[in-house]
C-alpha cells in the first residue's frame, strides 16, 4: 500500500519551490483570463505519492494556445506551439519549462489508429487517458487551489497500488498502452488490477500488439531501458507474452538477464547519464538471437542507422569474440582490423557483458584505446622520406599503425624508422612475386 498525501493541496506543497511559484502565477492567470487551469498527468500522481517529477503538465478548459501566449507576455517566457494537437511549450527566463495543453476528447477511428481530437471540458480530457492513477487533475485557479478532480477514482487506485485502464477497450484502443502498463507496474512497485491484466492479455493473444508500428514499438522498449530498473519491466512483459508478440524468440532469458545486470553495473558506476544506456539495454535483449532472428528484428522495429548498425554487427561481433576465446586472434591489431568494421557501441556492449574475461579486455582496450590511435607520420612524411608516391602508401601507414596498436612504437622516430622497413619489405616482396622482371 502505497503512502499518498491526503489532499491536492498537500500534494502541491511538496513540489518544488520553482514549480509551485509559476503554479501560484499560472493560477493567477487563468483567474484574470476566466479559464479554468489544472495540473494533470504523471506529476499529479507524483506529487500525491512524494515522488519528485519536474515535468509540468498544464490543461486549460479553454484555448491553451491563447493562454501560453498570455504567459508569454505576462512573464517573458518563449512559446513553442504545436498547433495540430493544442499545445505548446513555455520557456522562462530561468529556464524554467511547462507545458500546456487545450483540455480535449479524443476518439478512435480504428484500433491502434492515432486518435481523433477536438476540444472538451477536463473531464473528456482525464477520460482519454491510459490508467486511473494518471487521470487525475488538481485545479489551479486561486479560490479553488489543489482541488483535486477524479472521475475515474485515481485516488483510490493509488491508495492501493492498482494500475487500472479507464474502459475496457483502452488496450485496443492504443496498443502502447499495454507497455506503459508493465512499465508504470515496475517502476512504482504497483500491481495490474486484475480485469486490466486480463483485458492487456486479451489485447496480447489477438494480436495488437502487430497492430503498431515498428517506430511505436521501438519508442516503447526505448523508454523501457530508459527507466532506472529496466530488467523488471522486461520480465514481466515476458511473463505477459508482450515481448513475444513483438517477435516469438524474444523472452527474459538468464543470458538476457546477465547482460543486463551488467549493463545495470556501468550504469551504476555513473560514468554517463543514466538515459543514454538505452541503447545497450536494447542490445542486451536482442544479443542473444540468430542472425535471422535479428534481421526480422530489424525489418520489424526499422531502428534508427545507428541502433540498426548496432543489432546488425552482433553477429560479426560474436564471430570476433569466439575468435578471441579461442585464440585464433591473439594481438591488439589482430582485433583492431576485424572490429573497425563494427559499430563502436556493439564492441562496447561486449566488454561490458561478455562471459570471458579475455573478450571483455580486448573489447575494452579497443573501445578506450586502440580505435582512437592516430600516427605522428602520414603521406607526405613518407614522400619526404623518398618513398616514391603510389598504393604502397596506404599500405605502409596501416601497417605502421598495426605496429603501434601491438604497442611496439613508441615516438615519431621509431614510426619512421618502421615505414621504411616496411617499405624495404614490400619491395622485396614485389622482386620476389615478378622473378621475371630482374632475371631478363
Ligand atoms: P513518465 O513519468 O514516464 O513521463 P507520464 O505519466 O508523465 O510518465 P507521459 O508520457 O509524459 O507520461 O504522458 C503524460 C500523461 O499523458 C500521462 O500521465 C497520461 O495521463 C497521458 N498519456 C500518455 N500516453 C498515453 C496513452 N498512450 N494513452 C492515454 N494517455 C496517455
Same mark, same amino acid.
Given at each position: 500500500?502505497?503512502?499518498?498525501?491526503?489532499?491536492?493541496?498537500?500534494?502541491?506543497?511538496?513540489?518544488?519551490?520553482?514549480i509551485?511559484?509559476?503554479?501560484?502565477?499560472?493560477?493567477?492567470?487563468a %483567474?484574470?483570463?476566466?479559464?479554468?487551469?489544472?495540473?494533470?498527468?504523471?506529476?499529479?500522481?507524483?506529487?500525491?505519492?512524494?515522488?519528485?517529477?519536474? %515535468?509540468? &503538465?498544464?490543461?486549460?478548459?479553454?484555448?491553451?494556445?491563447?493562454?501560453?501566449?498570455?504567459?508569454?507576455?505576462?512573464?517573458?517566457?518563449t512559446?513553442r506551439?504545436?498547433?495540430?494537437?493544442g499545445?505548446?511549450?513555455?520557456?522562462?527566463? &530561468?529556464? *524554467?519549462?511547462?507545458?500546456?495543453?487545450?483540455?480535449?476528447?479524443?476518439?478512435y477511428?480504428?484500433?491502434?489508429?492515432?486518435?481523433?481530437?477536438?476540444?472538451?471540458?477536463?473531464?473528456?480530457?482525464?477520460g482519454?487517458?491510459?490508467?486511473?492513477?494518471?487521470?487525475?487533475?488538481?485545479?489551479l485557479?486561486?479560490?479553488?487551489?489543489?482541488?483535486?478532480?477524479?472521475?475515474?477514482?485515481?485516488?483510490?487506485?493509488?491508495?492501493?497500488?492498482?494500475?487500472?485502464?479507464?474502459?475496457?477497450l483502452?488496450?485496443?484502443?492504443?496498443?502502447?498502452?499495454?507497455?506503459?502498463?508493465?512499465?508504470?507496474?515496475?517502476?512504482?512497485?504497483? *500491481?495490474?488490477?486484475?480485469?486490466?491484466?486480463?483485458?492487456?492479455?486479451?489485447?496480447?493473444?489477438?494480436?495488437?500488439?502487430?497492430?503498431?508500428?515498428?517506430?511505436?514499438?521501438?519508442?516503447?522498449?526505448?523508454?523501457?531501458?530508459?527507466?532506472?530498473?529496466?530488467?523488471?519491466?522486461?520480465?514481466?512483459?515476458?511473463?505477459?507474452?508482450?515481448?513475444?508478440?513483438?517477435?516469438?524468440?524474444?523472452?527474459?532469458?538468464?543470458?538476457?538477464?546477465?547482460a543486463?545486470?551488467a549493463?545495470?553495473?556501468?550504469?551504476?558506476a555513473?560514468?554517463?547519464?543514466?538515459?543514454?544506456?538505452?541503447?545497450?539495454?536494447?542490445?542486451?535483449?536482442?544479443?542473444?538471437?540468430?542472425?535471422?532472428?535479428?534481421?526480422?528484428?530489424?525489418?520489424?522495429?526499422?531502428?534508427?542507422?545507428?541502433?540498426?548498425?548496432?543489432?546488425?554487427?552482433?553477429?560479426?561481433?560474436?564471430?570476433?569474440?569466439?575468435?578471441?576465446?579461442?585464440?585464433?586472434? %591473439?594481438?591488439?591489431? &589482430?582485433?583492431?582490423?576485424?572490429?573497425?568494421?563494427?559499430?563502436?557501441?556493439?564492441?562496447?556492449?561486449?566488454?561490458?557483458?561478455?562471459?570471458?574475461?579475455?573478450?571483455?579486455?580486448?573489447?575494452?582496450?579497443?573501445?578506450?584505446?586502440?580505435?582512437?590511435t592516430?600516427?605522428?607520420?602520414d603521406?607526405?612524411?613518407?614522400?619526404?622520406?623518398?618513398?616514391?608516391?603510389?598504393?604502397?602508401?596506404?599500405?605502409?601507414?596501416?601497417?605502421?599503425?598495426?605496429e603501434?596498436?601491438?604497442?611496439?612504437?613508441?615516438?615519431?622516430?621509431?614510426?619512421?624508422r618502421?615505414?621504411?622497413?616496411?617499405?624495404?619489405?614490400?619491395?622485396?616482396?614485389?622482386?620476389?612475386?615478378?622473378?621475371?622482371?630482374?632475371?631478363?
Amino acid at each position: 500500500v502505497a503512502f499518498v498525501a491526503d489532499s491536492g493541496i498537500h500534494a502541491l506543497h511538496g513540489l518544488p519551490d520553482w514549480i509551485q511559484k509559476r503554479l501560484h502565477q499560472t493560477g493567477q492567470l487563468a %483567474d484574470q483570463l476566466g479559464i479554468p487551469l489544472y495540473l494533470v498527468g504523471g506529476i499529479v500522481r507524483d506529487a500525491l505519492l512524494g515522488i519528485p517529477n519536474t %515535468d509540468v &503538465d498544464l490543461v486549460v478548459e479553454g484555448d491553451g494556445l491563447d493562454f501560453a501566449e498570455h504567459l508569454a507576455r505576462r512573464f517573458e517566457a518563449t512559446v513553442r506551439a504545436h498547433r495540430r494537437f493544442g499545445t505548446a511549450t513555455a520557456v522562462f527566463p &530561468d529556464r *524554467t519549462k511547462l507545458d500546456l495543453a487545450t483540455a480535449r476528447s479524443e476518439h478512435y477511428p480504428r484500433p491502434a489508429a492515432l486518435p481523433v481530437v477536438q476540444p472538451g471540458s477536463i473531464h473528456d480530457d482525464l477520460g482519454r487517458r491510459d490508467f486511473t492513477v494518471n487521470a487525475m487533475a488538481l485545479r489551479l485557479n486561486t479560490d479553488r487551489y489543489g482541488e483535486r478532480v477524479d472521475p475515474h477514482h485515481g485516488l483510490d487506485d493509488l491508495r492501493q497500488g492498482l494500475i487500472r485502464v479507464l474502459h475496457p477497450l483502452s488496450f485496443i484502443d492504443d496498443p502502447t498502452r499495454l507497455f506503459r502498463a508493465a512499465r508504470l507496474e515496475q517502476r512504482l512497485n504497483f *500491481t495490474l488490477e486484475s480485469v486490466t491484466e486480463r483485458l492487456l492479455r486479451e489485447a496480447v493473444r489477438t494480436g495488437l500488439v502487430d497492430r503498431l508500428s515498428g517506430h511505436r514499438v521501438l519508442a516503447q522498449l526505448r523508454l523501457i531501458c530508459e527507466e532506472t530498473h529496466p530488467w523488471a519491466i522486461v520480465e514481466r512483459l515476458d511473463g505477459l507474452q508482450a515481448l513475444q508478440a513483438i517477435h516469438p524468440k524474444l523472452n527474459a532469458s538468464d543470458q538476457v538477464r546477465q547482460a543486463f545486470s551488467a549493463i545495470d553495473r556501468e550504469k551504476h558506476a555513473g560514468v554517463s547519464l543514466p538515459k543514454a544506456f538505452w541503447l545497450f539495454y536494447i542490445l542486451a535483449l536482442v544479443h542473444a538471437q540468430d542472425e535471422q532472428t535479428l534481421a526480422a528484428l530489424l525489418t520489424r522495429l526499422r531502428p534508427d542507422r545507428k541502433l540498426a548498425a548496432c543489432m546488425a554487427h552482433l553477429p560479426a561481433m560474436r564471430r570476433l569474440a569466439r575468435a578471441v576465446t579461442e585464440e585464433r586472434i %591473439d594481438t591488439p591489431a &589482430d582485433f583492431f582490423r576485424h572490429a573497425s568494421g563494427l559499430s563502436p557501441e556493439t564492441v562496447r556492449f561486449f566488454a561490458w557483458t561478455s562471459p570471458e574475461a579475455a573478450v571483455r579486455e580486448r573489447c575494452a582496450a579497443y573501445y578506450l584505446r586502440d580505435r582512437h590511435t592516430r600516427l605522428s607520420i602520414d603521406g607526405h612524411t613518407l614522400r619526404r622520406m623518398g618513398v616514391p608516391q603510389g598504393p604502397a602508401y596506404g599500405r605502409i601507414l596501416e601497417a605502421v599503425l598495426y605496429e603501434k596498436i601491438n604497442g611496439h612504437i613508441h615516438n615519431e622516430q621509431e614510426e619512421r624508422r618502421t615505414a621504411l622497413a616496411v617499405w624495404a619489405a614490400l619491395q622485396k616482396k614485389e622482386e620476389n612475386e615478378t622473378p621475371g622482371k630482374t632475371g631478363e
